[in-house]
Structure formats: structure tokens, C-alpha cells
């Protein structure tokens, strides 16, 4: 993801006439797209999205947290009013 990118990458579709059409992405709009978008390029930067454990890699080594309690705390903080969000 690059920090320019303003659409979000997505690939979406709908149902019309018994038929899924692709919807173009431009016309989607999605609540907190930009606050969103800057969230990851800050875990991206930092490198805090390396905390993230899937449940696969929990079922290899029980020893990792699939529940991801530091990344979420991490993006709490990153989304909380006092860092200008709302």
C-alpha cells in the first residue's frame, strides 16, 4: 500500500440480474477511508504489522497470540482522539 493511494483496494461486486457485476471502485465509498488509510501507513512504517498472527500460524505455535491483544492496543492508540482522530 502506498501512503499516495486514494482509492482502497478492494474489488467489490454486486448483484444485478441474477449476475455479479464489478463495481467500480471509485463509486464506493467507505467511512474513514483516510483515517483508515493513514492507520496502516503508520503500522506499515513502523513495523508493528509484523505483530499480526493469523489463527494458522497460532495452530504451528500455540505460543503466539492469534487475538492480536498488542496489535489492537497498538491500533486503538494510533485511532484515538489524542492522536487526532475521532
Known amino acids: 500500500m502506498s501512503a499516495g493511494y ?3 483496494p478492494i ?3 454486486e448483484r444485478k440480474d441474477s449476475r455479479w457485476t ?3 471502485k ?3 465509498m467507505l467511512h474513514q477511508w483516510e483515517e483508515t488509510r493513514a492507520i496502516a501507513n503508520q ?3 513502523s513495523g508493528d504489522h509484523t505483530l499480526l498472527v493469523d489463527f494458522d500460524s497460532h495452530l504451528d505455535d500455540i505460543t503466539k497470540d492469534w487475538t492480536n ?6 491500533i486503538a ?5 489524542a ?3 475521532v
Not at 491483544?69 to 497498538?74: D, I, V
Open 22 to 24: 464489478l463495481k467500480d
Open 69 to 74: 491483544q498488542k496489535l489492537n492496543a497498538k
Open 26 to 28: 471509485h463509486m464506493i
Open 11 to 13: 474489488v467489490m461486486y
Open 83 to 85: 492522536n487526532g482522530n
Open 77 to 81: 492508540e494510533l485511532a484515538s482522539p
Open 43 to 45: 503500522l506499515l512504517e
Open 6 to 8: 486514494r482509492v482502497p
